[in-house]
């Protein structure tokens, strides 16, 4: 199983807003920055937040991150059918020393 | 822009070993801040971190992992690979290689991936 830990879907109608949790420990949400990837069927992961909250370059305002305690969220506001997807977290777990991803969260515009 | 391709065999025997290298493109990847990952997908499952090399050849592997990967870097081809031993089926895979930005800063360890490769399919099987 994946060391962190998020929901394995959310959903939620084209225009309104999604939350999807990540869930760790304090080896690695705890203590670590956290990342977050998208991936379209078929497709690559494509990193969407990096350092907990920081977008990359092209990555509209739509999506935020932000992190409390051992836990992170990735949210996406304004939600479109192109956002149907899988989202994983990501971060450095300091007790394993190795890198550790969520489980994955499958969006469904409605 | 930078890019990244993965190339190598799609299926692979049990017990013997997996090979796959990854092409960098559009950009030098002897970069002084990034390291140069292999990530893998199962089937209908999530991502798992193998290891990491830099372009002076230092690696770090998953220690889960670390008694059958190999991680090299021809800097002179602008390539990097993975070499997996002892495959079995729990193997089969999508592998990715991406960039991976790692290090130390404000007390915490920061780690990101971008880009990736399309990824390959190996599948393990006789």
């Known amino acids: 199983q994946s060391v962190l830990t998020q929901p394995p879907s959310v959903s939620a109608a084209p225009g309104q807003k999604v939350t999807i949790s990540c869930s760790g420990s304090?080896?690695?949400?705890?203590?670590?920055?956290v990342s977050w990837y998208q991936q379209l069927p078929g497709t690559a992961p494509k990193l969407l937040i990096y350092d907990d909250d920081q977008r990359p370059s092209g990555i509209p305002d739509r999506f935020s991150g932000s992190k409390s305690g051992t836990s992170a969220t990735l949210g996406v506001t304004g939600l479109q059918t192109g956002d149907e997807a899988a989202y994983y977290c990501?971060?450095?777990?300091?007790?394993?020393?190795?890198?550790?991803f969520g489980g994955g969260t499958k969006v469904t515009v409605l | 822009q930078l890019q990244l391709q993965e190339s190598g065999p799609g299926l692979v025997k049990p017990s013997e070993t997996l090979s796959l290298t990854c092409s960098v493109s559009?950009?030098?990847?002897?970069?002084?801040?990034?390291?140069w990952a292999w990530i893998r997908q199962s089937p209908g499952k999530g991502l798992e971190w193998i290891g990491n090399?830099?372009?002076?050849?230092?690696?770090y592997y998953n220690p889960s992992l670390k008694s059958r990967v190999t991680i090299s870097v021809d800097t002179s081809k602008h390539q990097f690979a993975l070499k997996f031993t002892s495959v079995t089926a729990a193997d089969t895979a999508v592998y990715y290689c991406?960039?991976?930005?790692?290090?130390w800063g404000s007390g915490r360890y920061y780690l990101s991936f971008d880009p990736w490769g399309q990824g390959t399919l190996v599948t393990v099987s006789s």
């Open positions: 991406a960039r991976q930005k790692y290090g």
């Open positions: 559009g950009g030098s990847i002897r970069g002084s801040t990034y390291y």
């Open positions: 304090s080896s690695n949400i705890g203590s670590n920055f």
């Open positions: 090399i830099y372009y002076s050849g230092s690696t």
């Open positions: 990501g971060t450095w777990d300091s007790s394993l020393s190795a890198g550790v």
